[in-house]
Each structure stands twice: as structure tokens, then as C-alpha cells.
């Protein structure tokens, strides 16, 4: 299994960015997947996860109505869209998926997961 994350950079505050992962190597659509985000001295975090049916997505309280996730199963990848960027949201962004339907306990406790998979972060740098 791979995760392929692209789309961080640097934004000033208000702006906005799009975050992509692509998967592959599953061997079905029966998994979660979702995105991640670690600050410097601070742990990692779930900040969205969705699983592969229509159910709501996972939002993390602080991110809840600017970042939108979304999901392809056709294309195996994986969209978060991060408007009104804050400082607070500069971190390493991370692509995780699980083996699992329950993307809320993913999301939540993911980094406890120790069959997760995890792509390489890219870095989300809010300035001015």
C-alpha cells in the first residue's frame, strides 16, 4: 500500500490550499482514509477522515466548515480542500488509511493504529 500526498505550501492567512493523496495497492474499497496533521512539539491529529460509503465525513472541531473533504474510489484518491487558513493550521499534513469502516475512530485515535498506513507529509505553512 502507498500513499502519495502532494499540495501543501505557503498561504497567508485567509487563503486557501488543496491537499491530494492517491492510493494504491489495496486490495478493496473497504478502508478509511483520511487526513492527519502534526505541529511542531505537538502530537499528530486526525483532521478528516472519511470512509468509502456516503456517510458524513469526520471533521475535526477546529477545521469544521473550512476544510472539505473528499473522496474518489474510482481514482483511489483522496481531496482536502483548506479555506480560511489560520497560523494555527500550519503543520505537516499526513495521509492515513485503515482496513476498517469505523473512520471516526480512526480520525480520533489513528496514530494508535498500528496496522495504519501512512504517506510521506507535506508541509501547510500559514504566514504573512
Known amino acids: 500500500v502507498q500513499l502519495q500526498a502532494s499540495g501543501g505550501g505557503l498561504v497567508q492567512p485567509g487563503g486557501s490550499l488543496r491537499l491530494s493523496c492517491a492510493a494504491s495497492g489495496f486490495t478493496s474499497d473497504y478502508y478509511v482514509i483520511g487526513w492527519f496533521r502534526q505541529a511542531p512539539g505537538k502530537e499528530r491529529e486526525g483532521v478528516s477522515c472519511?470512509?468509502?460509503?456516503?456517510?458524513?465525513?469526520y471533521y475535526a472541531h477546529s477545521v469544521k466548515g473550512r476544510f472539505t473533504i473528499s473522496r474518489d474510489n474510482v481514482k483511489n484518491t483522496v481531496v482536502l480542500q483548506l479555506n480560511s487558513l489560520k497560523p494555527e493550521d500550519t503543520a505537516v499534513y499526513y495521509c492515513?488509511?485503515?482496513?476498517?469502516?469505523?473512520?471516526?475512530?480512526?480520525?480520533?485515535?489513528?496514530?494508535?493504529?498500528?496496522?495504519?498506513?501512512w504517506g510521506q507529509g507535506t508541509q501547510v505553512t500559514v504566514s504573512s
Open positions: 472519511v470512509s468509502s460509503s456516503d456517510r458524513s465525513p
Open positions: 492515513g488509511a485503515l482496513y476498517s469502516s469505523d473512520y471516526n475512530a480512526f480520525c480520533r485515535y489513528g496514530t494508535h493504529f498500528n496496522d495504519a498506513y
